[in-house]
């Protein structure tokens, strides 16, 4: 049996510049974020051969199947046609956020289940091999409207700028930050749930219809990304600028499409730059689910309190990536 442990990520600066579609266009896309100590797991053994089913596979739904084919699950029956276990498959799926809400999880999912699946034959992957595993499986074998960030950041855990594009495909480089001020930068985020889920890749469709013409607000995105970057890293850095910092991307992002914010979410936002927010933005590709502010100490409890109906989400760093948190060998003859 084995059980991973795959953390969901909060992405700064960068998105849309992920999209295949972009950085294969235009040679590179880069993206500034870290992985939190929030986590999708999945426990995953050998079937024993005692049922009319060779798969179980438990989710928000439950799926008893003879053949890989016939899994509706896309990740789960695609991961397993890669990957082909050596038997039936017993699979169980629980996560510390819901899904659709811009946190990565469905990105999470898919590199835990290839790390668990590789595990139990007993084949160890490096963090690079299953972020681009992850990435084939749902930009090819899915055929998912997915960027390439979400992967690599549940694999390699960690505060990275990563880049896209080029021989390598992908570049990982963590950011080097002292940890005061790294804990400084975690103490003033505050992370809310909309009380909306929505389906990402059904907006980011929008995004990859629009990158021509969007091309010179994608270009500020990237730009973003060093700046954030100077801004953690300068010996003299205000991490208030970075806060600033994503209240211009946010102004920018929401010219990508239409349906990246509405009027509820604008609501929401304006209400939290009333009450001491300096920046701040909607992860993932847009519609809903959770809503990041960059806020002041002194200004935080007066948004909680703004905000009561919204579950507030506290939350610190993660820096390992995905991880095998148990392991029993197990004999499937």
Request: hydrophobic share 35%; glycine share 10%.
């Amino acid at each position: 049996m084995i059980i991973t442990r795959t953390p969901f990520r909060i992405s700064f600066f960068g998105g849309g510049t992920d999209y295949p579609a972009w950085y294969k266009k235009h040679g590179r896309g880069a993206v500034l974020s870290t992985t939190i100590n929030k986590y999708c797991y999945l426990n995953c053994r050998y079937l024993p051969p005692f049922f009319r089913h060779k798969y179980a596979i438990n989710y928000s739904k439950r799926e008893l199947t003879k053949d890989i084919q016939s899994i509706k699950h896309p990740s789960v029956r695609e991961s397993m046609n890669l990957v082909k276990p050596d038997a039936g498959i017993e699979l169980n799926h629980a996560g510390d956020l819901p899904k659709m809400s811009g946190v990565g999880s469905s990105s999470a999912f898919t590199v835990g289940l290839l790390h668990s699946l590789y595990s139990l034959k007993g084949e160890v992957k490096t963090k690079r091999e299953l972020a681009l595993d992850a990435i084939h499986v749902e930009q090819n074998m899915i055929g998912e409207n997915v960027g390439s960030q979400d992967q690599v950041s549940a694999a390699f855990g960690g505060l990275n700028k990563i880049e896209f594009g080029g021989p390598q495909e992908i570049m990982v480089s963590p950011i080097i930050i002292r940890s005061e001020k790294l804990d400084q930068l975690c103490s003033n985020l505050m992370l809310f749930f909309t009380n909306t889920s929505r389906d990402g890749t059904k907006i980011a469709k929008n995004w990859i219809k629009n990158t021509d013409q969007n091309k010179s607000y994608l270009k500020n995105m990237l730009a973003m990304v060093d700046e954030g970057q100077n801004i953690l890293t300068s010996k003299n850095g205000n991490l208030d600028d970075f806060g600033k910092l994503l209240h211009k991307g946010w102004e920018i992002k929401k010219k990508l499409a239409n349906n990246i914010t509405n009027s509820k979410i604008d609501a929401m936002y304006e209400q939290a730059l009333k009450n001491g927010a300096l920046g701040g933005k909607l992860l993932g590709a847009g519609g809903g689910g959770f809503i990041l502010f960059y806020a002041p100490p002194e200004a935080q409890q007066k948004i909680k309190e703004t905000f009561k109906k919204f579950i507030y989400v506290p939350f610190k760093f993660d820096n390992l990536g995905t991880q095998v948190i148990y392991y029993s060998p197990q004999n499937n003859n």
